[in-house]
């Protein structure tokens, strides 16, 4: 099964394409797809969008996990970044993916064992599971890896673990 894991954002959107076969994770594929602050608003959500669907398009991923966003302080930004995250699920609905949500304690339950795990744990497992010679950056791409493992977790789980479009 390949899973493509998403961390939402607009100015920054982590993904991360990783196999999983037989309970063991490889990598295919991370990044970010980043925005430049000078574009104005609607542009950088259609770059993001177009981005996304370039590359479910290439990687042609079983499934698109997204994590659901963790309330920010600052409303204003958690409203953009809600846009970006609408993107990211339109971009996958459009391509006719199956997508799925989790929240952060599932995938740091998924991932570390420990619901409230610390962002430096979660990254720290994302290297070793993935085997990989560094945690990968910015912390974006770590967190949508960190999805899609999650998903390979849970996928035979449905709606039971994760919300399911």
Same mark, same amino acid.
């Given at each position: 099964m390949v899973i493509m894991g998403i961390d939402p954002g607009f100015a920054i959107t982590g993904y991360g394409?990783?196999?999983?076969?037989?309970?063991?994770?490889?990598?295919?594929?991370?990044?970010?797809?980043?925005?430049?602050?000078?574009?104005?608003?609607?542009?950088?959500?259609?770059v993001l969008g177009n981005r996304l669907e370039e590359l479910i398009a290439r990687y042609n991923p079983d499934a698109v996990a997204v994590e659901e966003?963790? =309330?920010?302080?600052?409303?204003?930004?958690?409203?953009?970044?809600?846009? +970006?995250? *609408?993107? @990211?699920l339109l971009a996958a609905a459009r391509m006719?993916?199956?997508? =799925?949500?989790?929240?952060?304690?599932?995938?740091?339950?998924?991932?570390? +064992?420990? *619901?409230? @795990?610390?962002k430096c744990q979660v990254q720290q497992m994302v290297k070793v599971i993935l085997n990989l010679p560094g945690i990968p950056k910015p912390d974006d791409v770590a967190d949508a890896l960190a999805v899609a493992i999650c998903h390979g977790h849970f996928h035979g789980l449905g709606s039971i673990i994760g919300e399911r479009y």
């Open positions: 394409i990783v196999k999983y076969d037989g309970n063991k994770f490889s990598i295919i594929d991370c990044g970010a797809v980043t925005t430049n602050a000078s574009m104005k608003f609607p542009q950088r959500l259609l966003l963790f =309330f920010n302080k600052n409303i204003k930004t958690a409203i953009a970044a809600a846009h +970006g995250r *609408g993107v @990211a006719g993916v199956d997508i =799925f949500e989790y929240t952060p304690l599932q995938v740091k339950q998924s991932v570390v +064992g420990y *619901g409230r @795990a610390e």
